[in-house]
């Protein structure tokens, strides 16, 4: 479980095919200490087992459902990715509850610079557009943000400058894919009230 607050950019080393699946290098400093071979990292909002971890970087394999689900597969040597470490009991819950498995890919479509703050604007697929509230939490590249407006294919965040500086959203192009992660206490309570 992960809390969406990003503690590190990393940077993609190398990336080895294997058959359908994959194994990533993904250069960090940060969240590589005191992590242990097999413990969990989201990278851009993906949970992976972290492997061979060296003080500079990490492996991770990728399954070829997690290829296929998430943006990972479209990861090149030097593309930037936002890392962040598994939760503890100590880890204070900044964000919100985020498992780091991928609902749905959606797609970065524009920003606007207000100087000191950015709205960026990223459609969705239909299917999860029922777990998206107004002021809701939605995990986009693993970060916790808030939904500042929310229309039928589109959603809009609030971008405050530490955001903008230490995650992937600045590198971001428009029609870029990102990963999308709904707020699973929404999956519960349809799943509830579904069978109840």
């Not at 359908?20 to 413990?39: L, M, P, Q, S, W």
Request: some cysteine; aromatic content about 6%.
């Amino acid at each position: 479980m992960f809390t969406g607050i990003i503690e590190e950019l990393g940077t993609v080393r190398t990336i080895e095919m294997r058959g359908e699946n994959a194994r990533i290098i993904i250069g960090a400093r940060v969240v590589t200490e005191g992590t242990n071979h097999g413990d969990s990292i989201a990278v851009n909002g993906v949970c992976l087992t972290a492997l061979d971890i060296q003080p500079d970087s990490f492996a991770a394999d990728v399954s070829r459902e997690t290829l296929s689900r998430s943006t990972l597969g479209n990861l090149k040597p030097g593309t930037p990715v936002n890392l962040e470490r598994a939760v503890t009991p100590a880890t204070r819950l900044g964000g919100h509850i985020v498992q780091g498995h991928v609902d749905a890919r959606g797609r970065f479509e524009s920003v606007a610079d207000h100087g000191e703050s950015w709205t960026v604007r990223f459609s969705f697929p239909q299917e999860i557009g029922r777990y998206l509230v107004f002021k809701g939490s939605v995990a986009v590249e693993g970060i916790s943000l808030t939904i500042a407006n929310l229309q039928d294919s589109y959603f809009e965040v609030a971008i405050i400058p530490k955001t903008w500086e230490v995650t992937n959203l600045s590198h971001l192009q428009p029609g870029d894919g990102v990963n999308l992660e709904v707020d699973v206490i929404a999956k519960y309570v349809e799943r509830l009230v579904q069978h109840n």
